[in-house]
């Protein structure tokens, strides 16, 4: 990899499925949200996060049915809300554009080269799947970094697991959104969670590009 925008490279199509709104502005720019749904193979699909600026919003149509293509970068941003802190992923949209109905071919994909900046967690379902979560700390312009946790199966699972802290790593896979509940004092809520699923994994030797940024604490990264 050559610079640090290629350490977080993300390429999506899907049909919005949530108008835009605005989200917060930037010395002046402003930037919007809107959501996508990429469809799998199976019948599934994940409903995923977009954040735009309103430069690339002049003569586009992202109106709920629009069906686009987004090349960006995942992002990762603390929501602190009543003391507490939690991990907010979205997809930055570099370039955009509409594509054609008849085109339902889907692509989700994204490559990031980043540090295992907290302990794998390995584990197995009670079907005997392996599964290791893996949080990757990657690299962003002005001295920033993303946070992305990840998701590795299989054989996968295994050698995430056997990797230490600082380990620098290429992946490649796919986001993918997950519904779960969340009990919040007497009641229970309904979440959405987003990761990247991961299909290939590789240790990354190219330290300048992979490079020296300082992990955070647990605390700090915490969803």
Same mark, same amino acid.
């Given at each position: 990899?050559?610079?640090?925008?290629?350490?977080?490279?993300?390429?999506?199509? &899907?049909?919005?499925?949530?108008?835009?709104?605005?989200?917060?502005?930037v010395? &002046?720019?402003?930037?919007?949200?809107?959501?996508?749904?990429?469809?799998?193979?199976s019948?599934?699909?994940?409903?995923?996060? *977009?954040?735009?600026? +309103?430069?690339l919003?002049?003569?586009?149509?992202?109106?709920? &049915?629009?069906?686009?293509?987004?090349?960006?970068?995942?992002?990762?941003?603390?929501?602190?809300?009543?003391?507490?802190?939690?991990?907010?992923?979205t997809?930055?949209?570099?370039? #955009?554009?509409? *594509?054609? +109905?008849?085109?339902?071919?889907?692509?989700?994909? *994204?490559?990031?080269?980043?540090?295992?900046?907290?302990?794998?967690?390995?584990?197995?379902?009670?079907?005997?799947?392996?599964?290791?979560?893996?949080? #990757?700390?990657?690299?962003?312009?002005?001295?920033?970094?993303?946070? #992305?946790?990840?998701?590795?199966?299989?054989?996968?699972?295994?050698?995430?697991?056997?990797?230490?802290? &600082?380990t620098?790593?290429? #992946?490649q896979?796919r986001i993918?959104?997950?519904?779960?509940?969340?009990?919040?004092?007497?009641?229970? +809520? +309904?979440r959405?969670?987003?990761?990247?699923?991961?299909?290939?994994?590789?240790?990354?030797?190219?330290?300048?590009?992979?490079?020296?940024?300082?992990?955070?604490?647990?605390?700090?990264?915490?969803?």
């Amino acid at each position: 990899m050559n610079s640090l925008s290629e350490n977080n490279s993300v390429v999506i199509t &899907g049909t919005v499925v949530e108008e835009k709104v605005f989200s917060h502005e930037v010395y &002046g720019e402003g930037f919007y949200l809107f959501k996508i749904s990429s469809e799998r193979l199976s019948e599934n699909a994940d409903i995923l996060p *977009i954040t735009i600026s +309103e430069r690339l919003l002049v003569n586009l149509d992202i109106s709920v &049915g629009t069906r686009l293509l987004v090349h960006g970068q995942l992002r990762s941003y603390n929501n602190y809300t009543e003391s507490k802190s939690r991990l907010v992923l979205t997809v930055f949209a570099r370039e #955009i554009r509409v *594509i054609q +109905e008849e085109n339902l071919h889907s692509e989700n994909e *994204i490559i990031l080269c980043g540090y295992i900046c907290k302990k794998p967690i390995y584990r197995k379902t009670p079907f005997g799947r392996e599964i290791s979560d893996v949080l #990757i700390a990657v690299n962003r312009a002005y001295n920033k970094s993303d946070y #992305i946790p990840c998701i590795t199966w299989g054989r996968n699972a295994r050698y995430m697991a056997s990797l230490e802290v &600082g380990t620098c790593v290429r #992946i490649q896979g796919r986001i993918q959104s997950r519904g779960y509940q969340k009990k919040v004092g007497d009641s229970v +809520e +309904e979440r959405v969670a987003y990761e990247v699923s991961v299909s290939k994994i590789a240790l990354h030797t190219e330290a300048a590009n992979c490079a020296e940024t300082k992990t955070n604490t647990e605390e700090e990264t915490k969803a």
